[in-house]
């Protein structure tokens, strides 16, 4: 039996974008700003939890997603704190599971849609179809089909990783996915979160981009790349689409890196200007002078960047949680 190879052609402008994507990851890897900031870390999470979940018609808005994340009440549909609530749990393996692994997929999708769907972590016993309102427009393989399909995918996936960049494989792979639509309920959730492990398996910075965000700008546009690629029987259209969205993210990932570069700048200076040479101060004392209410944002914004850039030190620097602490400029 011939192995299944996913059609799609690798075009100029594809091959370009991939060039351009590339060199971008080269300069957010020298701003190393994505993966340091814990508050940045969880704010792209939030936002691409939000994004794939309001793509499915989760009416929870940002607000309302990162509370339910931080453990606070939220008035809403139980489903849909559910699904934000596992989506999160989702989310936080994407660094644990083996993104050519079928059993870990099937993990995940447990994990996705825990407490909401019946067959949760396993493949669709029946017919499903894409519907524009009452009218059928796409029938997906029948149930029977899908067990073989997927090994197939994955089988290419593991057998192409050395041979097919890891961008246009990652894409190629989400849309196989939605074709084949395995899961009775979850597929655009866990093939654009899979996308991302993919692709966080090349460079991890990925776990930090919300490339989720940029698809809900485009929603139509993203069904229709999908539709468009049923009806040529290819996945080229798609390919560019998802690549235009990640170079997009990218963009906005690096002018919001910049901006906290400019902000740690803006701070380190805000706390040096609080002190007189050779007079240490405590944190409560640099509290007062910055007119900082918590703890937590100064240690975060104010004194952990200083400390590390060694503008400041400590003055007992073999117990730096001692109560009697106090920082000097240098």
């Not at 594809?14 to 814990?38: G, R």
């Not at 939220?74 to 059993?103: C, F, R, T």
């Amino acid at each position: 039996m011939a192995k299944y190879i996913p059609p799609f052609e690798i075009t100029p402008p594809i091959l370009k974008m991939v060039a351009d994507i590339s060199e971008k990851i080269t300069k957010l890897d020298n701003y190393s700003n994505l993966n340091k900031k814990p508050y940045l870390r969880k704010q792209t999470k939030i936002n691409s939890i939000h994004s794939s979940l309001a793509i499915e018609n989760n009416s929870l808005t940002v607000e309302q997603v990162k509370d339910v994340i931080d453990g606070k009440m939220v008035l809403g549909s139980q489903k849909d704190i559910q699904e934000v609530k596992n989506a999160y749990n989702a989310y936080e393996m994407i660094s644990e599971v083996n993104p050519y692994n079928l059993k870990d997929l099937k993990k995940v999708h447990g994990v996705m849609t825990y407490l909401t769907v019946e067959e949760s972590g396993e493949f669709r016993r029946g017919n499903e179809g894409v519907f524009d309102g009452k009218n059928c427009i796409f029938m997906c393989p029948p149930p029977e089909r899908v067990p073989d399909l997927m090994v197939d995918l994955f089988t290419w996936l593991k057998e192409n990783k050395n041979q097919i960049h890891p961008l246009i494989l990652s894409c190629v792979f989400h849309y196989e996915f939605v074709f084949i639509h395995p899961f009775s309920d979850g597929n655009g959730r866990i093939a654009r979160l899979w996308q991302n492990i993919l692709l966080y398996n090349w460079k991890d910075i990925f776990a930090y981009l919300p490339i989720e965000s940029q698809i809900h700008k485009y929603q139509n546009g993203y069904y229709k790349a999908i539709a468009n690629c049923n009806d040529e029987g290819n996945s080229t259209e798609f390919i560019a689409f998802m690549l235009k969205m990640i170079n997009e993210t990218l963009d906005e990932a690096m002018t919001l890196s910049q901006t906290f570069v400019d902000q740690e700048t803006l701070n380190i200076n805000k706390l040096l200007a609080c002190f007189t040479e050779n007079i240490p101060l405590s944190a409560k004392e640099i509290m007062t002078k910055l007119n900082v209410k918590s703890k937590n944002t100064l240690r975060n914004q104010y004194l952990h960047p200083a400390l590390k850039a060694e503008f400041i030190k400590l003055t007992i620097p073999d117990k730096p949680n001692s109560s009697k602490q106090k920082y000097y400029k240098v």
